[in-house]
């Protein structure tokens, strides 16, 4: 069973930047789409970017331009950097496959950004 453990995030004010990182274990093919998702409290779960074979991204539109997704593949990490971070940023954030593997959700980080 795949497996996703997050870490890198943190408390930062307004216009910061934070690196989260994603160790993917138990999965059979690394050419998997992964994505990172966000989940704000009393919001659902939302898809903030993915990579597919480390060459095609996507970003929601809320993201766009601050936060870039990358993998090492010899590392099985998946990472997002975050720049020019906004307190509606706040969330825990995850990496799931897409579509998401529903057992797999892992514990996320939570990342929390002051005005």
């Known amino acids: 069973q795949v497996q996703f453990v997050e870490s890198g995030g943190g408390l930062v004010q307004a216009g910061g930047s934070l690196r989260l990182s994603c160790i993917v274990s138990?999965?059979?093919?690394?050419?998997?789409?992964i994505g990172w998702y966000r989940q704000a409290p009393g919001e659902q779960r939302e898809l903030v970017a993915r990579?597919?074979?480390?060459?095609?991204?996507y970003y929601a539109d809320s993201v766009k331009g601050r936060f870039t997704i990358s993998r090492d593949n010899a590392k099985y990490t998946v990472y997002l950097q975050m720049n020019g971070l906004k307190p509606e940023d706040t969330a825990v954030y995850y990496c799931?496959?897409?579509?998401?593997?529903?057992?797999?959700w892992g514990q996320g980080t939570q990342v929390t950004v002051s005005s």
């Open positions: 799931n496959l897409l579509p998401p593997a529903p057992s797999s």
């Open positions: 138990g999965i059979t093919s690394w050419i998997r789409t």
């Open positions: 990579i597919s074979n480390g060459i095609i991204t």
